[in-house]
């Protein structure tokens, strides 16, 4: 199908924020003065469980989580449902940047998913989570070997993996362009991230969590032992402040040497028929990714529409953030076209939403931590899209920060240290487009990386989708 036709009556609107019977009534904004032992700026994932594990570990504590808009608004409500259980934005990275704490970080990860899941019945939270795992295939032949050693060390740390031919991957899921895949089977879950996100809302409330929505946080101010935040209408004094803001507001001033933003896009397809299905497999309902430096991720939802997002990492000149920018028409094209490449067998689906929108990243690809005002405030930012369960992780690390609690997650170099600062504007622009230049080259250049990418990589540096 022409992908103009395709697209010409999908909405543009995030599919899992369009027109949910599960949204719940707005919450009020903040009005006037209040004091709290823990303040929580940001109401997407990383606040949310932030908010809900401190209630957890001390009842008494007096928690209140400020939200610019609403709840799971922004990344936590757009994002393509993956719940892996890498903390590391996956395991070649994690061997990339901390091989010696490798099995450390694995197995943290894991446990990290598990209590996911066990939160997720304690609190009867109606998300979706299916048990899939995520299914990487190889689209070109230079893209095998990296997946083989992932395979291999993926074994070795204990992981439920596997290699799969041509002929097994594509009996899996069956598109012509797959030659080889690796299936993760028991750590990665699909979600529906808002209703997730609208879960742990309500989950906090009936812990005593108090939330506002429409208050954004303009200032950060030191007021004696106490740290006061400033909103629109309203001002909160607390002891403790959790930072869980993602890309928006760096309100640390420190932090916008470290976090670009970057948009992501996404498409939905109308609900395959039983006969569609058929057509590609897919009875596992994995999720799934291919290999490319520009990556696709896609999955299955609940009516067995299929998400189609990736390939495109888009940064603005200058790290700008707007509305305007959550649709970008030649992306949502290029997405189509490539969905048709790998599903010929679809050529008649239409799509029924398309959406974007910002992430925060870094140059290691994975969350870093720190603290601000001695350590009165704690951060968590950097997640690069896979932060779905990766920020319960780095809630516990806030929490275990604010309270001057040395713990196994706080003794990791992961945590300790900080990825590469980007240089500054204009100079960050003209580095970040011809990586992703570059990275494009590579791929149309059987993975072959120039000069600039084997620099960045020397440097612990990089850019991808």
């Given at each position: 199908m022409d992908p103009r036709r395709a697209l010409a009556d999908a909405e543009r609107k995030p599919y899992w924020l369009h027109e949910d019977p599960h949204e719940p009534e707005t919450l009020p904004r903040l009005f006037g003065h209040t004091t709290a032992d823990l303040a929580i700026v940001g109401g997407g994932f990383s606040g949310l469980w932030t908010a809900l594990l401190a209630k957890e570990r001390d009842p008494r504590r007096d928690v209140v989580l400020l939200e610019g808009q609403t709840v799971g608004w922004a990344a936590t409500g757009r994002n393509g449902g993956f719940c892996h259980a890498s903390l590391t934005h996956g395991l070649g990275n994690g061997l990339e940047r901390w091989p010696y704490e490798i099995a450390d970080l694995h197995r943290m990860g894991i446990e990290n998913f598990n209590e996911i899941e066990e939160t997720i019945k304690r609190y009867g939270i109606d998300c979706s989570?299916?048990?899939?795992?995520?299914?990487?295939?190889?689209?070109?032949?230079?893209?095998?070997?990296?997946?083989?050693?992932?395979?291999?060390?993926?074994?070795?740390?204990?992981?439920?993996?596997?290699?799969l031919d041509q002929d097994e991957v594509r009996a899996e899921v069956n598109s012509p362009t797959y030659i080889a895949g690796v299936w993760e089977r028991g750590e990665c879950a699909m979600i529906d991230p808002a209703r997730l996100a609208w879960g742990l809302r309500q989950a906090c409330l009936k812990l005593g969590v108090r939330m506002y929505e429409h208050s954004p946080v303009r200032e950060i101010s030191s007021l004696g032992p106490s740290l006061q935040l400033k909103s629109m209408y309203g001002t909160v004094r607390a002891r403790r402040v959790a930072l869980g803001t993602g890309v928006f507001s760096p309100l640390l001033r420190r932090l916008k040497y470290y976090v670009v933003p970057v948009y992501d896009y996404a498409l939905m397809t109308e609900p395959l028929t039983e006969a569609q299905l058929d057509s590609i497999g897919w009875r596992n309902r994995q999720g799934m990714g291919d290999s490319a430096n520009q990556f696709h991720y896609y999955r299955l939802t609940d009516d067995n529409s299929i998400l189609w997002g990736g390939y495109d990492a888009v940064y603005y000149n200058g790290g700008r953030v707007r509305p305007t920018y959550d649709?970008?028409?030649?992306?949502?094209?290029?997405?189509?076209?490539h969905f048709y490449e790998t599903f010929p067998q679809l050529e008649d689906v239409r799509f029924s939403h398309k959406w974007g929108g910002v992430i925060d990243t870094c140059s290691r690809f994975s969350a870093f931590f720190g603290t601000g005002y001695g350590t009165r405030?704690?951060?968590?930012?950097?997640?690069?899209g896979l932060g779905v369960a990766a920020t319960r992780f780095g809630a516990n690390v806030m929490l275990d920060l604010l309270d001057g609690r040395d713990t196994e997650r706080t003794r990791l170099h992961m945590v300790r240290q900080k990825p590469v600062?980007?240089?500054?504007?204009?100079?960050?622009s003209g580095v970040i487009q011809l990586t992703r230049w570059s990275l494009a080259r590579a791929d149309a250049n059987g993975g072959r990386r120039n000069a600039w990418l084997r620099t960045l990589d020397r440097l612990g540096l990089g850019f991808d989708s």
């Open positions: 989570f299916e048990r899939t795992g995520e299914m990487n295939v190889a689209t070109e032949q230079w893209q095998i070997d990296e997946m083989r050693e992932i395979h291999t060390i993926g074994r070795e740390l204990g992981m439920d993996i596997q290699y649709q970008r028409d030649t992306t949502f094209h290029t997405l189509a076209e405030l704690a951060y968590a930012v950097g997640y690069t600062p980007f240089p500054p504007e204009p100079v960050r």
